[in-house]
Each structure stands twice: as structure tokens, then as C-alpha cells.
């Protein structure tokens, strides 16, 4: 008579095998056994039989070098279609254990002169571009068929997979139940029947005078390892004073595309604003090799994919809390050098690098100045030479400007190009530390900087604002003096 609920509790070692009903009725047999693993459970058999019998009926274990093993490992489906054809890849990679059968030991002499294989065998290149870790691996399997019926091989169940690869790691899955519930397997059948069981780690606790030298082992290893990583970065790092700001820019001139004569370079310098400063080996300029365009589209385009590195620091003065610090600016010019040697002007651009750490990349349009009539571009396509800006900050507000009003009425220009640039900003300040007890210095240190996201906006404001305060001063100043003391008064 079936018991109304089985239950069966088993303790498995590592490799430790234990028979299932299938493999008591399989290997009783002597006939049926081909292999010598197959006799030696023969005769593991006959003595668990003298013995009284095995103990565990439902539970059982298939080892590392159980038939069960390399077919469960090498029938792995990639996909759910049923007219699969498993690839090459997918063959080796589902030999998890790769025990390394197929290679012979290499001798030293022999390594060390081929380290470099010039002409490989495409048997070669098939086996080397596989992972080859050896690993073991180990199943503990539940027989969950009806009462009075175990043995059956469609009723096996897979309940835990355990594998040690060479390096010691061991992988358990599904993994220990712990606080976890017990994990649920259902069967489709006449009655639905719902198993459930746990895992549990019952290995022999360590000793405490080996946890002890353990731990002593694990600090001696952290401990070298920390001094390695302070070997590699030194002594000589540097650390932000409090309250100032890092900047780090890896940028890239990309590209120059749209302008009207071939081979193009580009020259460049970074102009720094008050409370900004460099290191003194920093390099501020710089000049692109000449490139030739090529048809992209509709645009000739020259690809310079030339680099540049730059480092600065903010060091908030005395200034008053109202203004707003400056950002760096690029400022930059496109030439054009023909086979001749004669060289144009093609345009002027500026950048201000960007106030948010991470990846821009921008289009800096460009301009040019011009000349009225036909002469200046006959000149300028016989014998080169174009107006040039004397000083190249002109193109923003010039640095040695002070006055009041910058007009450039009169001034010509034409429209040319444009130039690509890609920055990787990196922002480096203690500010960035403390996230709650200086979260308010955090802010009002990226306030004082101009904010990040918020500067252009918070730029046309100010400007817009100033704009109109300038106008309503030059309209009051405009009206007749007895109109506003009547207003005064009346007000």
C-alpha cells in the first residue's frame, strides 16, 4: 500500500555515487556490463546487496564519468526547433568539462619557439578558439515515478547540478534553499503530482585555528595585492584641493567637412579664463596633419581623426556670488595647403568645452572674412592669402577687450563649413565626495561653476535680462526730466 507522503532525506559527497533503482536492475546483471566502470558497479552492487540493501530509493547520483554525464552534456539544445542541426561551436562548447583528451603535453623548448603559429590549420584554429577549462561535474537526480514503479528513465529528474572547474570554483544549481522555499517540481500524468525538496550545505564545519590561518593567508594576499596597485599608481597622485575643480579632456578632432578647397588642416589653441589655470608641461594648441577630402554625399570630407589631451583647474576666487564663471574656450582654424604651397583661410570656429562630464560630440560651424569685388577671390584662388583675423579670439569676445559695447558693423563674412569634435570629459573635485553632509557645498560649488545642463540657459537669461535692464535705462534716460519727477511723484 503506497504511503499517503514519501519523504527521503540523503547525504551525497562530492563524486560520491549512489545507484538508482534503473542502474541496481541494469548492472545486477554481469552480462550486461561492457565496460570496466560498468563491472566495478557490478561488484559495488552485489555488496550493497550483502550488505542489507542501499538506503536511498528516490535520490541518486550520476559522477563525473557516468554515460549519463556525457549525454546530458553533449544533447544540450541551443533553440526550441526540433530539426536542430548543433554547429561546431556548439558541440565543443557543450563539453563542459573539457578535460583536455585531445592535447599533448607541450614541451618547453618547443613553446617558447612557437609561441606564434604563422600558418594555422583550420583544425587548429577551430580547437583554439574554444574554451578549454577543464571542469567535473556531478548530478544528483530524483527517481519521482509512482509508488511501486521506480526505475523508469523518462521519471528521472535533474535536482542539482554541481561543477568544480581547475581553478576551484564551484557552481551549485539551483542553488542552497537556505531561507529560500523549497523548490517545486510537477509532474503531467495521470495525477498531477507536485515534489518538493531543499538543498542543504551540511559540510564539516573548519576548525577555528584553520579559519584563523585562512584569514591570515586571505590578509597576507589583499595586503600584496594593495601594495601592487599602489606600485602601479604611485606616490607622486594628486588630490584636488577643497572647493576646486579638475578637468580632464581626451578630445578628438574628427572631421572637416563642406569647404571649398582640398587638403585641410586645422590649428587650434584652448584659451583659459580667469580662476583657471594648466600645468606647466600642458600643451594649449596644436596643428592636425593635412588631409585630404574625399566625396561623402554632397560634402567633401576630411577625416583627421587627431587627438589632443587636455588638463586645467577652477579655483573659485573672491568674485561676488552673483557672477558666473567662465568656461574654456577652443577657439580653432581651418586652412586649406594646395601642391603650390599656397595656403587659404577656410574658416574660424569656437568652443566652449562642455560644462557635464561624459561623451559630446559636437559640429562647430565656421566662418570666414571677405572682401567686396572680383579681385580679392582672383587673388585668392591664383596666388592664395585671404583676410585673416589678427587676433583669433575675435571670433567670441576678444580677451583683451574692456569696454562696454563690441560692434562689428561693417565686418564681412561668409558662411563655410564645419568641423567635428568629440570630447571625453572627466571632472575630478572633493566636492564630489560627500553626497549628505556636504551636499549643500556640492551644489553651490556646480552653481558657482555654471551649473552643468543648466548653463546655456542660465547664460541667455542673464544676457536677455542685461539686455532689457540696457534698454529700459537708455528709455528713461531718453524722456524729458519733468515727465519722470511727475511720475515719481504721482507714484
Known amino acids: 500500500r503506497p504511503p499517503q507522503e514519501e519523504e527521503e532525506v540523503a547525504e551525497v559527497g562530492w563524486q560520491e555515487k549512489l545507484f538508482s533503482q534503473f542502474e541496481v536492475d541494469l548492472y545486477r546483471n554481469e552480462s550486461a556490463c561492457q565496460t570496466p566502470l560498468d563491472r566495478q558497479y557490478h561488484e559495488e552492487i552485489l555488496k550493497l546487496e550483502k550488505a542489507g540493501g542501499r538506503k536511498n530509493y528516490r535520490i541518486f547520483t550520476y559522477t563525473d564519468h557516468d554515460r549519463f554525464t556525457n549525454l546530458e552534456e553533449h544533447c544540450q539544445k541551443v533553440t526550441d526547433s526540433d530539426h536542430e542541426v548543433p554547429s561546431y561551436l556548439a558541440e565543443r562548447m557543450a563539453n563542459v568539462r573539457r578535460r583536455r583528451q585531445d592535447r599533448r603535453p607541450i614541451e618547453a623548448s618547443s613553446l617558447k619557439s612557437k609561441i606564434i603559429t604563422w600558418e594555422p590549420t583550420e583544425e587548429f584554429i577551430k580547437n583554439n578558439h574554444v574554451i578549454n577549462t577543464p571542469v567535473q561535474t556531478m548530478y544528483i537526480m530524483g527517481d519521482l515515478g509512482p509508488y511501486g514503479k521506480l526505475g523508469h528513465r523518462e521519471y ?26 523549497a523548490y517545486r517540481i510537477e509532474l503531467d500524468g495521470e495525477k498531477r503530482e507536485v515534489w518538493k525538496y531543499t538543498i542543504e550545505d551540511v559540510s564539516v564545519q573548519v576548525q577555528p585555528g584553520e579559519e584563523e590561518r585562512e584569514q591570515c593567508v586571505f590578509r597576507d594576499l589583499y595586503g600584496r595585492h ?4 599602489s606600485g602601479l599608481v604611485g606616490s607622486e597622485f594628486e588630490m584636488t ?3 576646486t575643480l579638475r578637468l580632464f579632456v581626451n578630445g578628438e578632432i574628427v572631421s572637416a567637412q563642406g569647404y571649398e578647397y582640398d587638403n585641410l588642416y586645422v590649428s587650434f589653441f584652448l584659451e583659459l579664463p580667469n580662476q583657471w589655470s594648466s600645468p606647466a608641461f600642458q600643451q594649449l594648441s596644436g596643428v592636425t596633419q593635412t588631409c585630404a577630402t574625399k566625396m561623402v554625399g554632397w560634402d567633401n ?12 583647474f577652477f579655483t573659485p576666487g573672491d568674485e561676488s556670488e552673483d557672477s558666473l564663471p567662465q568656461w574654456p574656450v577652443l577657439y580653432f582654424e581651418v586652412l586649406s595647403l594646395d601642391f603650390w604651397q599656397r595656403y587659404r583661410v577656410e574658416g574660424y570656429g569656437s568652443l566652449v568645452l562642455p560644462a557635464s562630464p561624459g561623451v559630446h560630440v559636437l559640429t562647430i560651424p565656421t566662418w570666414r572674412p571677405v572682401e567686396l569685388g572680383t579681385v580679392a577671390e582672383l587673388r585668392r584662388f591664383f596666388i592664395g592669402g585671404s583676410p585673416e583675423l589678427e587676433d583669433i579670439s575675435y571670433v567670441r569676445i576678444p580677451s583683451a577687450f574692456k569696454g562696454e559695447r563690441l560692434s562689428r558693423f561693417g565686418f564681412r563674412t561668409e558662411t563655410t563649413g564645419s568641423v ?13 565626495l560627500e553626497t549628505s553632509a556636504l551636499r549643500q557645498r556640492m551644489q553651490s560649488v556646480l552653481d558657482r561653476l555654471g551649473g552643468f545642463r543648466q548653463q ?10 542685461q539686455r532689457a535692464r540696457r534698454r529700459m535705462q537708455e528709455a528713461r534716460e531718453s524722456l524729458p526730466q519733468d515727465l519722470i519727477s511727475t511720475s515719481a511723484s504721482t507714484a
Open 156 to 181: 528521472e529528474h535533474v535536482l542539482c547540478t554541481i561543477k568544480v572547474d581547475s581553478n576551484g570554483v564551484i557552481t551549485v544549481k539551483p542553488d542552497f534553499t537556505g531561507t529560500k522555499g
Open 226 to 229: 594593495k601594495e601592487y596597485l
Open 241 to 243: 584641493l577643497p572647493g
Open 301 to 312: 570630407v576630411a577625416y583627421f581623426c587627431y587627438p589632443f589631451t587636455l588638463e586645467m
Open 420 to 432: 567635428t569634435f568629440r570630447l571625453y570629459c572627466l571632472q575630478q573635485s572633493k566636492a564630489f
Open 456 to 465: 546655456s540657459s542660465v547664460y541667455s537669461v542673464l544676457e536677455a535680462f
